[in-house]
C-alpha cells in the first residue's frame, strides 16, 4: 500500500491550498478515508472524514474552511484548505479512517502570520 500526499507549501494566513493523496495498492472505493495533521510536538490528529458514500465530518477548528472530497475513479482524496491560519500549521497526511495502512511521508503546509 502506498499513500502520496501532495499540495503543500508556504502560505500567508488567510490563504488557501489544495492537498491531493493518491492510494494504490487497496480497494479504494470501498473505504471511508481521512485526512490527518501532526504539528510540531503535538500529537497526530483526525481533520476531515468522507465515508464511501461522500459524508463528510470535520474537526470543529477546520469546519467551515475546509472540504474533504473523493474521486473513486482517480483513487484520490482531496483536502481543499481555504482561511488558513497559523494553527493550521502542520504535516498532512491522507489514510483510511478506520483502517490505518502505512503512513506516508505526508505533506508540509506552512502558514504564516
Known amino acids: 500500500v502506498q499513500l502520496q500526499a501532495s499540495g503543500g507549501g508556504l502560505v500567508q494566513a488567510g490563504g488557501s491550498l489544495r492537498l491531493s493523496c493518491t492510494i494504490s495498492?487497496?480497494?479504494?472505493?470501498?473505504?471511508?478515508m481521512a485526512w490527518y495533521r501532526q504539528a510540531p510536538g503535538k500529537q497526530r490528529e483526525l481533520v476531515a472524514s468522507?465515508?464511501?458514500?461522500?459524508?463528510?465530518n470535520y474537526l470543529a477548528s477546520v469546519k467551515g474552511r475546509f472540504t474533504i472530497s473523493r474521486d473513486n475513479a482517480k483513487r484520490a482524496v482531496y483536502l481543499q484548505m481555504n482561511g488558513l491560519n497559523a494553527d493550521d500549521t502542520a504535516v498532512y497526511y491522507c489514510?483510511?479512517?478506520?483502517?490505518?495502512?502505512?503512513w506516508g511521508q505526508g505533506t508540509l503546509v506552512t502558514v504564516s502570520s
Open positions: 495498492g487497496v480497494i479504494f472505493s470501498v473505504n471511508a
Open positions: 468522507i465515508t464511501t458514500g461522500g459524508s463528510t
Open positions: 489514510n483510511g479512517q478506520w483502517t490505518h495502512w502505512p
